[in-house]
């Protein structure tokens, strides 16, 4: 199974990954989220693999995120649904392990 990389190539620490795994000679599959968006199953999922809350996995400095934070799991995620930028990046799946790369040398530890 291929490394998945979500990611937005625009984001500086998305670069960053990029290059780490390129120099690690890892190959993986990118999904541009922020692009393509995700389902609310989709995000239930990355968040079980890495084992993060959905507020864990808020960005923070998106409009609204804060007011977001407090909420239940099922408010955030139906919100990083329909508006995927709320989705902390880069997130790595390795099979069915995931980890949330910030920093970017946190993938190791699903590779």
Known sequence: MPVVVYEKP?????RKLSKLL???G???????YHVTGLQEAEIRDLLAKAGIT???ALR????????????EDDVIIA????????LQRPIVVNGDKAVLA??????LEVL
Do not use: K
Request: aromatic content about 2%; glycine content about 2%.
């Open 102 to 107: 910030r920093p970017v040398e946190r993938a």
């Open 54 to 56: 959905a507020a864990e």
């Open 60 to 71: 923070l400095r998106e409009e609204g995120a804060r007011d977001l934070a407090a909420q």
């Open 10 to 14: 625009a984001c500086t620490t998305c």
């Open 79 to 86: 919100a990083m649904a329909e508006r995927p930028e709320l």
């Open 26 to 32: 890892i190959d993986f599959d990118s999904v541009e």
């Open 22 to 24: 390129e120099e690690q």
